[in-house]
Nanobody
Framework: QVQLVESGGGLVQAGGSLRLSCAASGRTFNYAMGWFRQAPGKEREFVAAISWSGGGTYYVDSVKGRFTISRDNAKNTVYLQMNSLKPEDTAVYYC???????????????WGQGTQVTVSS
């Protein structure tokens, strides 16, 4: 069972930046990592993902050019650098581990506690 510890959320003004981190334990090789988010009253959305090698990435259109995903395999950690934040980025962000980016797109749980990101206008 993979354990995920998310951190880095908070309150920021529009145009600001935040960096989310997620440390994984229980699985140490050959897996994709990524982030989903869920805003109040909306469905959970697949935001970004990165392959084991880092050579493959995915971003939902609404965050392209603003968010950057990266990973440090020595630390089993994935990062989501979020710049130029907008109020519509407000959501609970959930870290996910799966075999590949493609399979992650169909991920339906289980979910961790997530980390709250709030962007004020």
């Amino acid at each position: 069972q993979v354990q995920l510890v998310e951190s880095g959320g908070g309150l920021v003004q529009a145009g600001g930046s935040l960096r989310l981190s997620c440390a994984a334990s229980g699985r140490t090789f050959n897996y994709a990592m990524g982030w989903f988010r869920q805003a109040p009253g909306k469905e959970r959305e697949f935001v970004a993902a990165i392959s084991w090698s880092g050579g493959g990435t995915y971003y939902v259109d609404s965050v392209k050019g603003r968010f950057t995903i990266s990973r440090d395999n020595a630390k089993n950690t994935v990062y989501l650098q979020m710049n130029s934040l907008k109020p519509e980025d407000t959501a609970v962000y959930y870290c996910v581990v799966d075999d590949t980016i493609a399979t992650m797109a169909w991920y339906r749980g289980p979910w961790g506690q997530g980390t709250q990101v709030t962007v004020s206008s």
